[in-house]
């Protein structure tokens, strides 16, 4: 972060881990040191944006830009079929319900804080049942 500083005052950080303790943990850590925090690789989008009392927009899970009638992107019968069975299956991507997932932060140039944070989940156009 110090040698980003010297470079730039907009720094983003995308963090991607597992527990959200260890993405909160990183955002109240970084907190006024950085632009932002988003958090990725649930492929859940959490609901607990905000900006952060040192001005660090914080998101635990942006989401999942991809087919949400799927599993992580995939086909949901072959899938399953792997659970029940544990014998190997062909993983088609899915293309249904497609969504565009992330956040919205608005950064003062400035300051480098943000000033405003605001989930993003949109259907786009193309994707079939969208």
Known sequence: VERLQQKTDIIFIDF???ATSEKVA???????????VVGTHTHVQTADERI???GTAFLCDG???GPHDSIIGREVAP???RF???TPQKFEVASKDVLL???LIDIDSQTGRAKSIS??????AGGQGS
Do not use: C
């Open 16 to 18: 991607h881990a597992e």
């Open 26 to 36: 990183l955002a109240q850590m970084l907190d006024g040191r950085v632009s932002a």
């Open 63 to 65: 989401g999942f830009t």
């Open 119 to 124: 989930r993003i989940s949109r259907p786009l």
């Open 84 to 86: 029940l069975t544990s």
């Open 101 to 103: 997932q992330g956040a």
């Open 79 to 81: 899938i399953v079929r």
């Open 52 to 54: 952060l009392k040192g």
